[in-house]
Protein backbone atom coordinates (compact mmCIF):
# COMPACT_ATOMS: atom_id res chain seq x y z
CA UNK A 1 0.00 0.00 0.00
CA UNK A 2 0.88 3.24 -1.10
CA UNK A 3 -1.02 5.32 0.17
CA UNK A 4 -0.42 7.32 3.18
CA UNK A 5 -2.29 9.32 5.92
CA UNK A 6 -2.03 12.65 3.46
CA UNK A 7 -3.91 10.69 -0.10
CA UNK A 8 -6.58 9.27 2.88
CA UNK A 9 -7.13 12.81 4.07
CA UNK A 10 -7.42 13.67 0.66
CA UNK A 11 -10.28 11.60 -0.35
CA UNK A 12 -12.24 12.29 2.48
CA UNK A 13 -12.26 16.11 1.66
CA UNK A 14 -13.64 15.12 -1.67
CA UNK A 15 -16.01 13.09 -0.20
CA UNK A 16 -17.28 15.58 1.74
CA UNK A 17 -17.49 18.35 -1.10
CA UNK A 18 -19.36 16.13 -3.27
CA UNK A 19 -17.01 14.68 -5.22
CA UNK A 20 -17.11 10.49 -6.06
CA UNK A 21 -15.16 8.74 -8.52
CA UNK A 22 -18.24 6.54 -9.67
CA UNK A 23 -15.45 3.79 -11.72
CA UNK A 24 -13.94 3.64 -8.65
CA UNK A 25 -17.23 3.00 -6.68
CA UNK A 26 -18.03 0.23 -8.95
CA UNK A 27 -14.68 -1.65 -8.23
CA UNK A 28 -15.28 -0.57 -4.39
CA UNK A 29 -18.61 -2.44 -4.77
CA UNK A 30 -17.37 -5.88 -6.03
CA UNK A 31 -14.61 -5.80 -3.44
CA UNK A 32 -17.15 -5.76 -0.46
CA UNK A 33 -18.77 -8.12 -1.98
CA UNK A 34 -22.11 -6.94 -0.75
CA UNK A 35 -21.40 -5.84 2.76
CA UNK A 36 -22.77 -2.06 2.70
CA UNK A 37 -20.84 -0.90 5.81
CA UNK A 38 -17.19 -1.78 3.79
CA UNK A 39 -18.32 -0.13 0.59
CA UNK A 40 -16.64 3.59 1.79
CA UNK A 41 -14.14 1.90 3.24
CA UNK A 42 -12.72 0.00 0.03
CA UNK A 43 -13.50 3.13 -2.30
CA UNK A 44 -11.55 5.22 0.26
CA UNK A 45 -8.48 2.67 -0.11
CA UNK A 46 -8.95 2.57 -3.81
CA UNK A 47 -9.00 6.18 -4.10
CA UNK A 48 -5.97 7.39 -1.84
CA UNK A 49 -4.43 4.21 -3.70
CA UNK A 50 -4.89 6.22 -6.98
CA UNK A 51 -3.45 9.61 -5.51
CA UNK A 52 -0.76 8.09 -4.09
CA UNK A 53 0.13 6.71 -8.06
CA UNK A 54 -0.14 9.41 -9.49
CA UNK A 55 3.05 11.25 -7.27
CA UNK A 56 6.28 10.69 -9.16
CA UNK A 57 7.86 11.31 -5.36
CA UNK A 58 6.45 9.88 -2.68
CA UNK A 59 5.52 11.82 0.66
CA UNK A 60 7.07 10.59 3.44
CA UNK A 61 6.43 11.12 7.17
CA UNK A 62 9.91 12.87 8.92
Given at each position: M???RFHIGKVIEEI???FIDASLMEKAKTRSKGVDQTIKAFYIILRAE???SLEKIPKRNL
Amino acid sequence: MKANRFHIGKVIEEINSGFIDASLMEKAKTRSKGVDQTIKAFYIILRAEKFASLEKIPKRNL
